[in-house]
């Protein structure tokens, strides 16, 4: 079964431009949650969604969001880029999410570097 | 209340030794314990999880030891080895929620 996959694996932007990650989960599961991992912050929860809907935000401002498809893959945008952004963003995926204690398998990550 | 916080940041250990990483939590809302691992340019991924039912659980060379009353847990690394070098993260999550709270993390070098 393949695992979770993530494009663009690199990114290199602009402060002021906006930014579209990728994620497809393993096939099967329908709970996607993305989140930001820097040397100074760590992991950090971005958000959480399930069968297309927002289940869970962390605090991060409105610049960043998503979306879910009707096929579980996943979307994350930023907007209005800061250099603080810059960031590896790693997406997880897991079967449902429902009881709260399903496994979530990590894709590769998207490191986007903000110039 | 929110934060799992982890020790040490660091640590170096000589092949075959058993490093030994804590971690202790504030809410005890949080039911679901895993540890991660994470390889330099690569995602984490799941080591091993438990459940503040269970004292005590391994899976191979690792091993959680969770102390309930205390709100604290350790991960064990039973003879280690070179290729266990990385860095491990702790975590905890509670109710319906897929929310992960990070420790952290420790680097950990098992040198040869």
């Known amino acids: 079964k393949a695992g979770v996959t993530q494009t663009p694996r690199y990114l290199i932007k602009t402060r002021g431009q906006q930014v579209t990650l990728s994620c497809s989960p393993i096939?099967?599961?329908?709970?996607v949650s993305w989140y930001q991992q820097t040397p100074g912050q760590g992991l950090q929860f971005l958000f959480e969604?399930?069968?297309?809907?927002?289940?869970n935000k962390g605090n991060f401002p409105g610049r960043f969001s998503g979306r879910q498809f009707s096929n579980s893959r996943s979307e994350m945008n930023v907007s209005t880029l800061e250099l603080g952004d810059s960031a590896l963003y790693l997406c997880a995926s897991s079967r449902d999410g429902t009881t709260g204690r399903e496994t979530q398998y990590f894709g590769p990550g998207t490191r986007l570097l903000v110039l | 209340q929110q934060q799992v916080k982890q020790s040490p940041q660091s640590l170096i250990v000589q092949k075959g030794g058993i490093p030994i990483i804590n971690c202790a939590y504030e809410?005890?809302?949080?039911?679901?314990f895993p540890w991660y691992q994470q390889f330099p340019g690569k995602g984490p991924a799941l080591l091993i999880a438990i459940r503040p039912d269970v004292s005590e659980k391994k899976e191979g060379r690792f091993t959680i030891s969770f102390n309930k009353s205390a709100k604290q847990f350790s991960l064990h690394i039973m003879d280690s080895q070179p290729g266990d070098s990385a860095t491990y993260f702790c975590a905890a999550k509670g109710g319906a929620t897929n929310k992960l709270i990070f420790g952290t993390g420790t680097l950990l070098a098992v040198q040869p």
């Open positions: 096939s099967g599961h329908r709970s």
């Open positions: 969604y399930f069968s297309e809907t927002q289940r």
């Open positions: 809410n005890t809302a949080f039911d679901y």
